[in-house]
């Protein structure tokens, strides 16, 4: 348990240095925010799952050379910096269940808005039906959203 947290507490004082030391645009470029939610996740399954215990090498790796990447401004090491965050995104949302925040939100729009406009042409009036359909996939979605969050099956909350 100490492992974990030391590993994460070391984590987020090398992020806090390099936001000292970068500027706020590649500080957000680099998406240094969602890195600090990733490793406090992977530390979270750690225990239970050998490919988070890659990836905390492998955060570690990208915090370290978060200083040569932004000085040197290589595009294929910037490519694989992003290949590596999408990777630990990609696990954490398919092998521990997490979503992003808002995603039940956007899906509930897109299916709203269908079941709107197919409302409203019931209706004879496409334009009276899509703000219905897209209120009630906004309203579910944000109930979704809610659960998700409660229960901490969200990426990085907001």
């Given at each position: 348990?100490?492992?974990?947290?030391?590993?994460?507490?070391?984590?987020?004082?090398?992020?806090?240095?390099?936001?000292?030391?970068?500027?706020?645009?590649?500080?957000?470029?680099?998406?240094?925010?969602?890195?600090?939610?990733?490793?406090?996740?992977?530390?979270?399954?750690?225990?239970?799952?050998?490919?988070?215990?890659?990836?905390?090498?492998?955060?570690?790796?990208?915090?370290?050379?978060?200083?040569?990447?932004?000085?040197?401004?290589?595009?294929?090491?910037?490519?694989?910096?992003?290949?590596?965050?999408?990777?630990?995104?990609?696990?954490?949302q398919k092998q521990h269940k997490l979503?992003?925040?808002?995603?039940?939100?956007?899906?509930?729009?897109?299916i709203g808005s269908g079941i709107g406009?197919?409302?409203?042409?019931?209706?004879?009036?496409?334009?009276?039906?899509?703000?219905?359909?897209?209120?009630?996939?906004?309203?579910?979605?944000?109930?979704?959203?809610?659960?998700?969050?409660?229960?901490?099956?969200?990426?990085?909350?907001?």
């Amino acid at each position: 348990m100490s492992n974990k947290s030391d590993w994460l507490d070391g984590i987020k004082r090398q992020v806090d240095l390099l936001r000292d030391t970068l500027s706020e645009r590649d500080y957000r470029k680099f998406k240094l925010r969602l890195l600090i939610c990733f490793a406090e996740r992977v530390a979270e399954f750690c225990g239970e799952c050998g490919e988070c215990q890659v990836f905390q090498k492998d955060i570690s790796a990208l915090v370290q050379d978060m200083g040569n990447l932004v000085q040197l401004a290589d595009k294929e090491r910037q490519k694989s910096y992003f290949k590596s965050m999408d990777k630990i995104a990609n696990h954490l949302q398919k092998q521990h269940k997490l979503v992003n925040a808002g995603y039940y939100m956007i899906i509930g729009i897109v299916i709203g808005s269908g079941i709107g406009v197919a409302l409203g042409a019931a209706m004879d009036h496409v334009a009276f039906g899509i703000p219905i359909g897209v209120g009630i996939g906004l309203a579910i979605g944000a109930a979704l959203d809610a659960k998700a969050m409660k229960e901490g099956r969200t990426l990085c909350p907001r």
